[in-house]
């Protein structure tokens, strides 16, 4: 019979010298994670019968650094990110932007960077930060934040115990429970793989419910007030350049600032503070929803 084996061989064999089929993988996931797309298409499989990574002297450099750096994987987010390839940018002009397009079509020789939408996960967590709400606390049991109405009126009776600390609702998304039978909202509409299937590579896809859910829920609603009210002692127009610097890292335009006091004159009076309704129109702006 085959000898006995623990979660400690497996650690061996998956370590161990010899085995570069593992350490391709996780460097080819790594990759995926950041630029969009894997050296290596079928993230699942980098056997023979697996498809050909597209740079396969990149791929084996990473897993070989993978291991020099003590298999510290912040270390490895960082070596990508800190690399020219990450920094490009995924939009331009000129004669030089055309011919990319025109030698590169699919971005295989990493001409540019992909344009990349945020996940759900990193969606709510940028909304808690950049709205001051987010609960930096490590470590603990998984959190339940509310639910909206329509999906709580639907459960069994303690079936979402909601955490009664209203500081963990606002804990980052890798601390929410996660439930097989019911799925976050926000994360559900923003391409959340389902827990019940393994899933090397989530799809992407673009529909209305997920412009409605940026628009229309509560959660949306209380971070454009919570980020309004930390801009309350500004007068409007500084008001307008702190949201543009908070979403989108750059000062607006003369023409955003148009726009802008345009939008806040025809604001009615209802309750809602009319830079929280700037703050609600621009987080649905593609501007903050894809990394350029």
Known sequence: SAPATNRADLARWMGASNN???RRTIANRLWQFHFGQPLAATSS?????GKHPTHPAL???LAAELSQREWSLKAMHRLLLTSATYRQVSHGRGATWKRRLTLDPENQLYSRMNRRRLDGE???DTLLAISGQATQRAGGPGVRPPLPREITSMLLKNQWPVSKSV??????SVYLFARRNLRYPLFELFDRPDGTVSCSRRKESTTAPQSLIL???DFSLASARALAKRLAKLDKFTAVRELYSRLFQRQPSESDVRLAKLFLAKQE???IDPIARLALALINLNEFLFLD
């Open 45 to 49: 499989d980098l056997g023979r019968t």
């Open 269 to 271: 009076p209802n309750g």
């Open 215 to 217: 628009l229309n829920s």
């Open 167 to 172: 500081e963990d609702h606002h804990r980052r």
């Open 20 to 22: 570069s089929l593992f």
């Open 122 to 124: 990193t969606l709510r």
């Open 59 to 61: 791929l084996d450099w």
